[in-house]
């Protein structure tokens, strides 16, 4: 059986993601042999701070689709508002060191994820440095070296914040969606590559189109392409919390069909030479707001040729 690679990141928002989440997930990783991708939150859980949107009818949907009450639990959906949020790299740095010990990746996801999501692209020059800044203190203070990796929360991301990450030093970034690892180009330079993510999130997906928990992991491996690229995100709210079992029922499923999820990096070392692309800022299905975009992947497949095939007249 030929094997395909899967690129297999977890983004952690939340205090009760870190606490909870990611410990099951080092578990349920451990049982299938796997490593994978944890990009961490630092800072102030203010995920609570959302509530607010439901204001916009594309978030209250996506809310309703996911139930997410039952999904994230209450203390996550008011984290950060009739309460100051509490800071997760301060409490539960050792989490961190859980997921390096075993052998996974870590890196930089925000300081502040609801911060970020709401102001990052409206942020002023100064103000954009010093987020990322907080956040790459509060990840060396916990594991005793700087992040060499990030990805923005919610793919919120521009030129101006690739231009303004490249200061930092990451060896690559996942901040956007995509179809293949590529070399940003901002005015004329190149920066760091990007590993973009292909595939739908569970709260994408879920309540539309007939997806729900039963035939979710089937309509999800439906989308692997057998040989080409495809990188997945799983949340620790959501594959370490209410969609453990589930996430690990996926995973035998990947084992099965000869999948194997892997960390970016693998996915980055195997590519020889990322071609140059763009940055662009579109809308994704069953998401509220614009998100970075490898601009190619929203250029429209082209039609192909049957010129050389067609039967004369």
């Known amino acids: 059986m030929s094997?395909?690679?899967l690129g297999l990141r977890v983004d952690v928002d939340t205090f009760r993601g870190?606490?909870?989440?990611?410990?099951?997930?080092l578990e349920t990783f451990a049982k299938h042999g796997l490593r994978a991708t944890f990009f961490f939150t630092?800072?102030?859980?203010?995920m609570g701070r959302h509530l607010f949107r439901l204001l916009k009818p594309r978030f209250f949907m996506k809310m309703l689709r996911s139930r997410a009450a039952?999904?994230?639990g209450w203390d996550v959906l008011f984290a950060g508002t009739f309460w100051p949020g509490r800071k997760i790299?301060?409490?539960?740095g050792g989490t961190l060191?859980?997921?390096?010990?075993?052998?996974?990746?870590?890196?930089?996801?925000?300081?502040?994820?609801?911060?970020?999501?709401v102001s990052a692209l409206k942020m002023e020059p100064r103000a954009l440095h010093d987020e990322i800044a907080r956040g790459v203190g509060a990840f060396t203070d916990a594991l005793g070296r700087r992040p060499d990796c990030s990805a923005a929360a919610g793919w919120v991301s521009n030129e101006r914040v690739l231009e303004t990450?490249?200061?930092?030093?990451?060896?690559?970034?996942?901040?956007?969606?995509?179809?293949?690892?590529?070399?940003?180009?901002?005015?004329?330079?190149?920066?760091?590559?990007?590993?973009?993510?292909t595939l739908p999130t569970y709260d994408e997906a879920v309540g539309r189109d007939g997806v729900t928990n039963d035939n979710y992991n089937d309509w999800l491996l439906a989308r692997i392409e057998p040989g080409?690229?495809?990188?997945?995100?799983?949340?620790?709210?959501?594959?370490?919390?209410?969609?453990?079992?589930?996430?690990?029922a996926f995973l035998g499923a990947c084992a099965a069909r000869g999948i194997r999820p892997v960390p970016l990096r693998e996915l980055l070392a195997a590519e020889a030479l990322p071609a140059p692309d763009h940055l662009a800022l579109a809308p994704i299905e069953g998401r509220e707001g614009n998100v970075g975009w490898q601009r190619s992947a929203l250029a429209p497949a082209p039609r192909p040729d049957r010129s050389a095939t067609a039967t004369p007249a």
């Open 165 to 197: 990450k490249e200061r930092f030093g990451f060896r690559y970034n996942s901040d956007c969606r995509g179809r293949s690892i590529f070399v940003p180009v901002v005015n004329g330079r190149r920066l760091a590559p990007q590993i973009p993510v």
């Open 89 to 92: 790299g301060a409490a539960l």
């Open 70 to 72: 039952s999904l994230y």
């Open 97 to 117: 060191r859980l997921a390096d010990e075993a052998g996974h990746e870590v890196g930089l996801h925000a300081w502040d994820h609801h911060r970020w999501q």
């Open 228 to 248: 080409e690229f495809n990188v997945l995100t799983v949340h620790a709210e959501v594959e370490g919390g209410a969609c453990a079992q589930m996430f690990d």
């Open 3 to 5: 094997v395909s690679a």
């Open 42 to 46: 630092l800072g102030p859980d203010n």
């Open 18 to 25: 870190t606490r909870e989440g990611v410990p099951r997930l």
